[in-house]
T-cell receptor, first 111, second 111 residues
Framework: DAGITQSPRHKVTETGTPVTLRCHQTENHRYMYWYRQDPGHGLRLIHYSYGVKDTDKGEVSDGYSVSRSKTEDFLLTLESATSSQTSVYFC??????????FGSGTRLTVV | GIQVEQSPPDLILQEGANSTLRCNFSDSVNNLQWFHQNPWGQLINLFYIPSGTKQNGRLSATTVATERYSLLYISSSQTTDSGVYFCAVEPRVDSNYQLIWGAGTKLIIKP
């Protein structure tokens, strides 16, 4: 996937526990994104980053935080996981114009 | 915010048939992309097409920006074309290259 890896690929966690998902890129791109995908919906943007320590909220940011301390890593944290955060999470990089590449996704189940 | 609507929501065809998928969007955009999500969940960028027509093998796409729609054509369908096709747009204002997604068209190609 053009140098993007997500970890873990699958995770089951309990309600109320913190969870961190990792996105790693090898291509030094500036823009990185976290999306979630739920049945019947397209992807929805959670947070994005336009550089080291530069992040902003997306459409569905409540309950999530992000950090980007290095160009290659973009972390998504669920501070206290809830069942409504059960979803598939995708990381993406953007190479304007129009070059959008996705990671393979992380399937998160909150029980 | 901008709305993206895709039709039809579901499409079942025999192998060898042709199909047209439609994407309508409610406001001006900088960018429009078509993606294919295969049955294993992987997202593949098919076309970056803010306007005009592009072709790639059996697939082609046309965007009429002034009328705010895009069409994806699949000719001589194969079973490997099955999956969900998403249209995603980058709003013209303050987007930071983030994409707003339609709900997708689920395509099933029967052998």
């Amino acid at each position: 996937d053009a140098g993007i890896t997500q970890s873990p690929r699958h995770k089951v966690t309990e309600t109320g526990t913190p969870v961190t998902l990792r996105c790693h890129q090898t291509e030094n791109h500036r823009y990185m994104y976290w999306y979630r995908q739920d049945p019947g919906h397209g992807l929805r943007l959670i947070h994005y980053s336009y550089g080291v320590k530069d992040t902003d909220k997306g459409e569905v940011s409540d309950g999530y935080s992000v950090s980007r301390s290095k160009t290659e890593d973009f972390l998504l944290t669920l501070e206290s996981a809830t069942s409504s955060q059960t979803s598939v999470y995708f990381c993406a990089i953007s190479v304007p114009p129009g070059g959008y590449t996705f990671g393979s996704g992380t399937r998160l189940t909150v029980v | 915010g901008i709305q993206v609507e895709q039709s039809p929501p579901d499409l079942i065809l025999q192998e060898g048939a042709n199909s047209t998928l439609r994407c309508n969007f409610s406001d001006s955009v900088n960018n429009l992309q078509w993606f294919h999500q295969n049955p294993w969940g992987q997202l593949i960028n098919l076309f970056y097409i803010p306007s005009g027509t592009k072709q790639n093998g059996r697939l082609s796409a046309t965007t009429v920006a002034t009328e705010r729609y895009s069409l994806l054509y699949i000719s001589s369908s194969q079973t490997t074309d099955s999956g969900v096709y998403f249209c995603a747009v980058e709003p013209r204002v303050d987007s930071n290259y983030q994409l707003i997604w339609g709900a997708g068209t689920k395509l099933i190609i029967k052998p």
